[in-house]
Structure formats: structure tokens, C-alpha cells
């Protein structure tokens, strides 16, 4: 069965970081492609990053210069560095992940909070 779990939101203040971590457990699970979206209260769900197969990645304007995506594959985990934090940033962090044959696979999200 797989799963992917997330880890790493909390509490920080305004200008401070955090690294988000999303890794794939099940062992026939591979990051083919996959998105960072977030949801803030009363918000609808948004894409702030994303990568493709082709190894690109893309960024939302509203965090681009701030926030990184990137992979490690040895430890099928991928990340989002996330510097510079606004209270704007605050919201439910979610990783989506597509394996090539096993389709797309949502985690259970982790809580990110940026007091002023």
C-alpha cells in the first residue's frame, strides 16, 4: 500500500524557514512528477510547486524566490525549502506525487502557521 507521509510544518515566525518533507513509503512507489499545493482557510486548494518528469520545476509567483522543490530519490522523499515566511504563507500543506504506472497519490497534509 503506499502512502505518502509529510512532515516538517509548524509554528515559525515571519522570516523565518522551514523544510517540508514528503516521502513515499511502499517500495514500488517512484516520484515520477510531483506537487506542493497549499490551502489556507476558506481558500481554495493552490499549486505553489511542482516538478515534472523532465525534471523541471515550477513555481507559483506568489513564492517564487522563496520557496524551493527539490528530490532525492535514494531516500524517495521530495522537499520544499521554504525561506523568507510570510504570514500568507500560512495554510495546510499538501505533496502530490504521480508514480508512472501507479497514477497520483495525495499526502494527509501538514499544518504550516507564520506569526507576525
Known amino acids: 500500500q503506499v502512502q505518502l507521509v509529510e512532515s516538517g510544518g509548524g509554528l515559525v515566525q515571519a522570516g523565518g524557514s522551514l523544510r517540508l518533507s514528503c516521502t513515499a513509503s511502499?517500495?514500488?512507489?517512484?516520484?515520477?512528477?510531483a506537487g506542493w499545493y497549499r490551502q489556507a482557510p476558506g481558500k481554495q486548494r493552490e499549486l505553489v510547486a511542482s516538478?515534472?518528469?523532465?525534471?523541471?520545476?515550477n513555481y507559483a509567483d506568489s513564492v517564487k524566490g522563496r520557496f524551493t522543490m527539490f528530490k532525492d530519490n535514494t531516500k524517495n522523499t521530495v522537499y520544499l525549502q521554504i525561506n523568507s515566511l510570510k504570514p500568507e504563507d500560512t495554510a495546510v500543506y499538501y505533496c502530490?506525487?504521480?508514480?508512472?504506472?501507479?497514477?497520483?497519490?495525495w499526502g494527509q497534509g501538514t499544518q504550516v502557521t507564520v506569526a507576525s
Open positions: 511502499g517500495s514500488i512507489f517512484r516520484f515520477n512528477a
Open positions: 516538478t515534472t518528469s523532465g525534471g523541471s520545476t
Open positions: 502530490n506525487g504521480v508514480d508512472a504506472r501507479l497514477g497520483p497519490y
